[in-house]
Every structure is written in structure tokens, then in C-alpha cells.
């Protein structure tokens, strides 16, 4: 787990720890020394903790204008035992919600379990962004039925599993068209 890093392409557009509007703003790495982990795992020591004990994160790009952020994320979200979505919602969305952020991507490649709970901090999160939409990218495929399974899908947009998106080679700015330009045909605009 260690060896998974966040990624780090896109830190020529936007650092989280130094936009005096994210929740992470300021934050400090260690580029060596690991410390938090996932059930006794150590994890890469840039992944941001926000109040989960299983599920970190990274947020790789952020723009006020566009009204849009990319999530990358680590672990296991587990709803049932730790709420995680509850922290994700109040300590992460909430502040970007605030400032102005409608559009969510949330990178779930390394996403590697789900567990669900009720959907109330999905329907919240949904209602706050009425003009925007939440992207569920490169989940698994046994997570995202699980997330379908648990009626997530009504309030987060995935990408089918047998569709991979590939955001990487992307500009963060292509990937916000990409998801809006599929929205808009899904929804037969």
C-alpha cells in the first residue's frame, strides 16, 4: 500500500496544501516517513486524512471558476462501520460547496471495498449541487455494484465497468468537458 502514490502529473495545475480555499491548505508532507495506514498498512505519506480510518484522499485539482475538483481515492469506504461518507461530506465536500465547487470527480481505481449505510449524505450532497453532478471514475467492478446495489447510483453518475475512463492522459479541464459532454448525452441533450 505504501507504494501507492497519489497522482502527481497534474500538480503543475493545482497543489491542494497551497490553495488557501481547500481543506487542506497548508498541510505539511513527509516525502519518506509513512504514518497512517489501513488496517496496519502503511500508505504513501502524501494521502490526506479526513476523519475516515480506512479511506484517504487526494485532492489533485481544483478550479473555482469551472466550479470543478478532481478526488483521487484510497482504501476502503465503509459506510457501515466508520460513516465515511459523513466525514467526506461534512470535512472535505461542504467546504468546497462554499466556495462555489458544483462539479465532483472521484477517482476510485484504488478504491478497494465498499460498505454501504442509508444513502442521506448522498441525497444531501446531490440536493447542495443542483446544477452540478458527482463522477464516480474507475471504480472496480465489485464496488460499484456494490455502490449500485446500495441505490448510490441515483445521486453519483459511474462510468460503466466495463469502460475504463482515462482521465490520466487527460488535462483537468479535458476531463470536466469529457464528463459533461456525457452527462448531457445521457441525458439527451
Known amino acids: 500500500m505504501h507504494t501507492i502514490e497519489p497522482f502527481y502529473r497534474w500538480r503543475k495545475y493545482y497543489i491542494s496544501e497551497n ?14 516517513e509513512c504514518s497512517n495506514t489501513i488496517y496496519n498498512y502503511y500508505i504513501h505519506p502524501q494521502w490526506d486524512e479526513f476523519g475516515s480510518e480506512t479511506l484517504y484522499l487526494k485532492i489533485l485539482f481544483a ?3 469551472l466550479g470543478f475538483v478532481v478526488i483521487e481515492l484510497l482504501g476502503e469506504w465503509n459506510d457501515t462501520l466508520y ?10 465536500i461542504d467546504p468546497f460547496i462554499k466556495k462555489g465547487i458544483t462539479k465532483f470527480a472521484l477517482n476510485g481505481e484504488n478504491v478497494l471495498n465498499y460498505h454501504s449505510s442509508d ?11 443542483e446544477q452540478g453532478w458527482i463522477a464516480g471514475l474507475n471504480f472496480r467492478g ?4 456494490e455502490f449500485l446495489n446500495s ?5 453519483i453518475l459511474f ?7 482515462n482521465w490520466r492522459i487527460m488535462s483537468p479541464v479535458q476531463v470536466s468537458q469529457k464528463i459533461d459532454d456525457f452527462l ?4 439527451g441533450y
Open 83 to 92: 460513516n465515511d461518507i459523513m466525514y467526506l461530506k461534512r470535512d472535505v
Open 142 to 145: 465489485f464496488v460499484l455494484t
Open 151 to 155: 441505490g448510490i447510483g441515483n445521486y
Open 119 to 129: 444513502d442521506s449524505y448522498y441525497e444531501e450532497w446531490f440536493q447542495d449541487i
Open 184 to 187: 448531457n448525452k445521457r441525458l
Open 19 to 32: 490553495d488557501f480555499k481547500s481543506p487542506f491548505f497548508g498541510r505539511i508532507y513527509s516525502q519518506t
Open 159 to 165: 462510468n460503466p465497468k466495463d469502460e475504463e475512463f
Open 63 to 65: 478550479d473555482y471558476n
